[in-house]
């Protein structure tokens, strides 16, 4: 599967973005998708993370109400959509896919493919 994120940029506190994964290669419906994010100078987190059909999601308690996940398995596609930034949130978002089995996962080692990732800076 080939990832390509896109949608960061500068943006205001209490602003909001919204990131866009597109899916290739394979087919999209037979993965889970995540997204996770490594600010400067920290070690990568998971964000969120939404089942192959969209039914299940899971959220870092850091940006949960605030970022919502989503996907549309027509166009291969899935979102980030972020809300109430704050500057903690300033960091490189990744999208990652993993084969579905199970839940979703929050752990980043069992994503097989990942995306270039895409800076977000949110200003204070």
């Known amino acids: 599967v080939q990832l390509q994120a896109s949608g960061g940029g500068l943006v205001q506190a209490g602003g909001s973005l919204r990131l866009s994964c597109a899916a290739s290669g394979r087919t999209f419906s037979d993965y889970h998708m995540g997204w996770f994010r490594r600010a400067p100078g920290k070690e990568r987190e998971f964000v969120a993370a939404?089942?192959?059909?969209?039914?299940?999601?899971y959220y870092a308690d850091s940006v949960k109400g605030r970022f919502t996940i989503s996907r549309d398995n027509a166009k291969n596609t899935v979102y980030l959509q972020m809300n109430s930034l704050k500057p903690e949130d300033t960091a490189v978002y990744y999208c990652?896919?993993?084969?579905?089995?199970?839940?979703?996962?929050?752990?980043?080692?069992?994503?097989?493919?990942w995306g270039q990732g895409t800076l977000v800076t949110v200003s204070s």
């Open positions: 990652a896919a993993c084969y579905r089995g199970g839940s979703p996962s929050v752990k980043a080692y069992e994503y097989d493919y």
């Open positions: 939404i089942g192959w059909n969209g039914a299940i999601t």
